[in-house]
């Protein structure tokens, strides 16, 4: 029996590719997530910025007043 070592070496290739192809995939969605986790770090700060005004401004005028 002979093996036909084309189609063997075709199926090894393709399975390559599908796995660069989902490693690429993974990569991008990491980027992804990374990225999404920074805007909702940046948004947090700004919230937590926007607070602690508002407290100082508040007791800035009641020290004042």
């Known amino acids: 029996m002979e093996l036909n070592t084309h ?9 390559k590719r599908y796995f660069l ?4 995939k993974a990569a991008i969605m990491a980027i ?3 990225s ?7 948004l ?3 919230a ?4 602690a005004y508002a407290i100082a401004a508040k007791a800035w005028n009641e020290l004042f007043d």
């Open 44 to 46: 947090i700060l700004a």
């Open 32 to 34: 992804r997530i990374i």
């Open 7 to 15: 189609i063997i070496t075709q199926d090894v290739e393709e399975i």
């Open 21 to 24: 192809y989902i490693g690429r």
């Open 36 to 42: 999404a986790a920074a805007g909702a770090a940046i």
């Open 48 to 51: 937590l910025g926007i607070l």
